[in-house]
């Protein structure tokens, strides 16, 4: 991928968890934020959108059933915003400008998501950290970075994973199991690979938004994946 592209990268948040199970490891920030900064530097614009699945998933607290499922859910858009201002800390820490915006209004902690002023600080060659999910109950993270990349005219969304990349099957416990360097949406769900959940998955199909998966874990891992150093594959349409 060139650079003056527009990438939205999707962080899981429990990459965040520390060794100790803590929910937030700084150094994992700091790193990442190193790595975002050199992406920018590098020439591509960047946006962000950080699960919280290292504080709570608000389908399984719902699961718990003294606590209806919406409310969990609101529990899960404020852990993201968590996420998304430590990173925006870590980003502004290793020199890079950053700003986070959340779906959900909270005028006093951050600014509140909305398109046009995204796209000036996108211009402007700020990572724009995009809390809250989508702002909705029953949606995850990975649909609030596809709905965001296709918003903020994004050319790709990178999916971090623990992989380098999707596999014909789970190479943790299929050792034979092969990576593909690309496939097409309509590929990946004829062949039931768990790219994204269903519904970010189908959003981004319809769009003809390439999603481009690969691992962040390391120094410099996401610049390396853009500038086509490391291994990724390439769902496009
Ligand atoms: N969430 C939500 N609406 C959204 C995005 C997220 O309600 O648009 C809630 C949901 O409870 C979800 C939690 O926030 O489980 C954390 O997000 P996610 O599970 O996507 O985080 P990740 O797995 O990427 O860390």
Not at 199 to 215: D, H, K, M, T, Y
């Amino acid at each position: 991928m060139s650079d003056g592209k527009r990438v939205l990268v999707k962080l899981s948040g429990e990459a965040l968890i520390a060794a100790d199970g803590y929910w937030l490891n700084p150094q994992t920030l700091t790193t990442l934020a190193a790595d975002l900064k050199s992406a920018v530097d590098a020439g591509f614009r960047i946006a962000v959108v950080i699960g919280g699945g290292n504080v709570i998933r608000g389908a399984k607290v719902g699961a718990a059933g003294w606590i209806d499922r919406a409310t969990a859910d609101s529990m899960g858009m404020l852990a993201t915003v968590m996420n998304s201002i430590a990173l925006e800390s870590a980003l502004e820490a290793a020199g890079a400008s950053a700003r986070t915006m959340s779906a959900v209004a909270m005028p006093s902690v951050c600014e509140t998501f909305a398109r046009q002023p995204a796209l000036h600080h996108l211009a402007k060659g700020r990572v724009v950290v995009l809390g809250g999910g989508t702002g909705n109950p029953f949606f995850t993270t990975d649909t609030a970075a596809v709905l965001r990349a296709i918003e903020l005219n994004c050319d790709a969304v990178l999916k971090a994973t623990q992989v380098d990349g999707v596999y014909s099957a789970d190479p943790k416990t299929h050792p034979e199991a092969t990576r593909y360097d690309v496939l097409t949406h309509d590929q990946a769900i004829q062949q039931d690979l768990k790219v994204m959940d269903t519904a970010a998955f189908a959003l981004a199909r319809e769009n003809r938004l390439p999603i481009i998966v690969g691992s962040a874990h390391g120094p410099g891992a996401v610049t390396a994946i853009l500038t086509g150093a490391a291994p990724a594959t390439r769902v496009t349409p």
